[in-house]
């Protein structure tokens, strides 16, 4: 059994969440645990924050529910490093498992926890599929408060991202920044329905760009390093030249290699899509179980 | 055009080197003079619309290469200052995280920071400041701002070195966790802006110099630096500068200022809409059209005027002409030859459209050819213009035979015209079937399908009014009527989205109630074409009800036209 002081969720209407949850219980062991969820798709969460909150009273933990504004950029901020930040004085290893959480909320956690010199294991639960479609509507893209980077206004843009299913969102990062260049790190596999809803539509888009400084490579979020060694390469060359974008609309454990990449190159800055609508059919059962550590 | 051997070939502006730029801008028939005027500008237009290469025109780099291929002596009566807010600045929040003074300090910090370094950039561009001046602006700019220096690189560019630092200590300071966020030495354009430029203004080489603040995408720009542009803009009439602001355009448009005034157009700015409402030959747009086209073919090595290289197909004119006279020997014969202008204006209504009407009833289509249909298929602006024009130079250079040059290209024939523009509006209609929500922020699914319904039902009423409407069957602009402020809630926000794909523009014209002003909208001329309808158009707005605008959104058809609705219609000759 693993033990942890702190464990950080995300609760979600995925099977996943609820699932993940038994499968983490199963082998680790937490003091206190704090489980944000969305206010604005409570409902959607109640059954299963229910079940959870049995689940971790069951095994005496203590833990708490903490509502987030996800509409509101800076309220999900100061809530979520309030969260953390509160929990400051509980000594000890930190646990967060990914698999449902956000990426602005997934990036402000692990700054968070590491600016309390923990050592942060992640866990990432993979369903067994996704449905048809997964989010819409994007919102204009973000800067991360306080990972925006440093930027000269006489170097060019370019924005590094990982590409996932919704093309849409993809679409709005290139008309948002208008970067000079942008490169795609597109997930290999065939896993998921991956070739049809990631990657067609953006090699076929890249390739009608292809002068227009838009460029693509092959990542694998699955991989050990979930692509950090692939992103770092084509980020190395340019890293004194342009001003950087990283963002990470591919699988979630891709967003943990963007986050690495970030902590190696602080000029550089993180940026994630809000969406305003997502399936309540995002995805079924639960598949592989992938962990790592944030060094 | 870097790369290409295509002469219309199209790139955002920013792409292009100063010299392509001299190359390709043509400043007649344009609004250039207003661009180096002494008075606030504000351009509003949508992508494509030519903001960008407008300002970019009027920036001291390319009006200095064009003084040097000429062979002329610098002049700097006005220096241009171009300043793109779509930058990595403008993207920053963490002022959000701030009480409301402090984050509308840092706001105006940040754009402060914009301005300050591409005012100093341009001056680095001109080469005649002397030693003698620019140790002048050094000591006053040591004293007066308190600016320390970087030594032994050249005053401009020790400015430039101190601004980026400046730059860098912000962002260093705001992603800090052990400092605040709050940078307690924040510019201001009077503490900062201000003094430098009279410092600059007091050496002799500047002294008469009006300073254009060429800001570009100022939609990019959060509510508060917004206020604070505008406030600037307050500032009108200044001897030292002047803003020309390029935005996106916004129906309600902000122009409210920090301290909560507002700022007046004809007052404060003169606003340009840079999409063209006339299209026709002897329009402003009309001969902006044939010299863009004509200034890219010779550049291309193809010495031809626009009609020679796009000519019409001779046998839809003829039926034109054909359908014209026909009309006019109606008229004649049912009211007399002795009012040639009543005549005249009745085969203007009337001729074309009895040409599509004709047409309706054959099995093959509609022949689109020709530079005034090209014209006015762009709907105004010069992207639209352009983009047809470079697939079907893509077509004949493809058909080229081995060691042919482009240059070989003398016209497009009439049929590749009509392929390529059919193909062109079928690309269209599927772009807003199948990518609106994905190209214009805010659009939801659903309101990117209403949209679509909106848009096909209005072009297929048009169609209708072509085909069956006895007065004014060209109309093509319309007017919203009966709104309320519920039917406002649901249908602006689908115009809006359509506005922002540029498949609507919004003009505005006199209304025929007491000279005022109203707002009018026409469909991308590009959408007709895939269903047959006439592009050309006539100066004619009809009046649709909000009410079936918004059942259109929601899959209804319009209305079908009949004698009753003319009797109620407004309709407007302009």
């Known amino acids: 059994m693993s033990e942890y002081a702190l464990g950080v969720f995300f609760a979600s209407w995925e099977p996943r969440f609820r699932l993940g949850i038994e499968r983490d219980l199963a082998t680790c062991q937490f003091l206190n645990v704090v489980i944000f969820y969305s206010e604005e798709y409570r409902d959607w969460t109640t059954n299963d924050r229910a079940v959870v909150s049995d689940y971790f009273a069951s095994a005496g933990i203590t833990y708490e529910f903490v509502s987030l504004d996800h509409r509101s950029a800076k309220d999900t901020w100061d809530t979520v490093r309030q969260s953390i930040n509160s929990r400051g004085e509980i000594a000890g290893d930190a646990f967060i498992d990914i698999s449902t959480m956000p990426r602005d909320v997934l990036w402000t956690c692990l700054t968070s926890l590491s600016q309390q010199n923990r050592k942060v294991d992640y866990v990432y639960h993979q369903p067994d599929e996704y449905g048809p479609w997964l989010s819409a509507d994007p919102r204009k893209p973000r800067m991360l408060y306080r990972h925006s980077g440093v930027s000269e206004l006489d170097k060019p843009l370019a924005v590094l991202a990982t590409t996932g299913y919704d093309f849409d969102r993809t679409v709005q990062l290139y008309t948002t920044f208008e970067p000079k260049s942008l490169m795609l790190a597109i997930q290999i596999g065939g896993q998921y329905n991956n070739v049809d809803m990631n990657i067609r539509d953006h090699l076929n888009w890249a390739t009608g760009k292809r002068g227009e400084g838009v460029v693509t490579f092959d990542v694998d979020a699955y991989s050990e390093d979930h692509g950090l060694q692939s992103l770092r390469e084509h980020l190395l060359p340019i890293k004194d030249t342009h001003n950087i974008v990283l963002a990470a609309l591919g699988p979630k454990t891709s967003s943990v290699a963007i986050y690495k990449l970030w902590r190696e190159f602080p000029q550089s800055a993180l940026s994630y899509i809000p969406c305003q609508k997502y399936s309540r059919n995002y995805s079924k059962g639960i598949g592989d179980t992938k962990l790592g550590t944030l060094e | ?574």
Not at chain 2, 53 to 81: A, F, M, N, P
Not at chain 2, 251 to 264: C, E, K, R
Not at chain 2, 428 to 448: F, M, N, P, Y
């Open chain 2, 1 to 574: 055009m870097e790369a290409s051997t295509n002469p219309f070939v199209y790139d955002t502006a920013n792409n292009l080197e100063p010299s392509t730029i001299l190359d390709v801008y043509i400043k007649d028939n344009n609004y250039h003079r207003f661009i180096e005027s002494k008075r606030n500008v504000v351009l509003e237009g949508e992508r494509g619309s030519g903001k960008t290469i407008s300002l970019l025109y009027s920036s001291q780099k390319v009006k200095q290469l064009q003084r040097e291929r000429l062979g002329e002596k610098q002049d700097y009566s006005t220096v241009g200052v171009y300043v793109p807010c779509n930058n990595p600045l403008m993207h920053k929040r963490e002022h959000e995280l701030l009480p409301a003074v402090q984050s509308d300090i840092l706001s105006e910090h940040y754009l402060v920071l914009v301005l300050l370094h591409y005012f100093v950039s341009t001056l680095e561009v001109i080469k005649d400041i002397s030693e003698e001046s620019l140790l002048e602006i050094e000591e006053e700019i040591k004293y007066v701002l308190g600016w320390d220096l970087p030594k032994n690189v050249g005053v401009l560019k020790g400015m430039r070195l101190f601004l980026s630092r400046l730059q860098r200590l912000v962002q260093e300071q705001a992603n800090d966790f052990n400092q605040e966020i709050f940078y307690r030495r924040a510019l201001s354009f009077s503490s900062s802006v201000l003094p430098l430029v009279e410092i600059v203004k007091s050496v002799p080489e500047l002294r008469e110099t009006h300073f254009l603040f060429l800001i570009d995408d100022a939609h990019d720009l959060n509510t508060h630096q917004r206020r604070v542009l505008n406030s600037w803009i307050s500032f009108r009439e200044h001897p030292s500068f002047s803003f020309k602001v390029a935005v996106a355009k916004v129906i309600d448009n902000d122009y409210v200022t920090v301290n909560g005034g507002t700022i007046l157009e004809g007052h404060d700015f003169t606003a340009i809409n840079m999409e063209r409402p006339f299209q026709d030959e002897q329009s402003e747009f009309g001969k902006l059209a044939a010299e863009i086209v004509e200034r890219r073919l010779e550049r291309a090595g193809i010495k031809i005027t626009a009609k020679q290289f796009f000519p019409e197909n001779e046998d839809v004119k003829r039926e034109i002409e054909a359908a014209k006279d026909a009309v006019r020997a109606e008229y004649i014969a049912a009211h007399g030859a002795s009012n040639t202008k009543k005549i005249s204006d009745h085969v203007y209504k009337y001729g074309r459209a009895r040409f599509f009407q004709n047409r309706s009833s054959k099995a093959n289509h509609v022949q689109y050819s020709g530079f005034d249909t090209l014209t006015h298929v762009s709907t105004g602006v010069v992207r639209n213009l352009l983009d047809p024009c470079y697939w079907m130079f893509e077509r004949m250079q493809s058909s080229l035979k081995e060691g042919e040059s482009p240059s070989s290209i003398t016209c497009i024939p009439p049929h590749i015209q009509d392929e390529v523009l059919r193909q062109r509006s079928e690309t269209l209609w599927e772009r807003l079937q199948h990518d609106l929500s994905r190209s214009v922020l805010g659009c939801t699914e659903e309101q990117a399908h209403q949209v679509y319904q909106l848009v096909d039902n209005l072009v297929a009423h048009l169609r209708d009014r072509l085909l069956n409407h006895p007065t004014e069957p060209r109309a093509i602009a319309f007017t919203i009527s009966a709104q309320t402020e519920e039917t406002r809630q649901v249908l602006m926000p689908l115009l809006d989205i359509a506005r922002k794909f540029q498949i609507l523009y919004t003009r505005r014209g006199s209304a025929k109630d007491e000279g005022k002003k109203e707002t009018y909208y026409v469909p991308n001329r590009m959408l007709l074409l895939d269903r047959g309808l006439d592009p050309v158009g006539q100066h004619a707005r009809v009046s649709l009800k909000a009410s079936d605008l918004i059942a259109a959104s929601e899959g209804k058809p319009l209305p079908s036209v009949t004698k009753q609705d003319l009797l109620q219609e407004k309709l407007f000759d302009e």
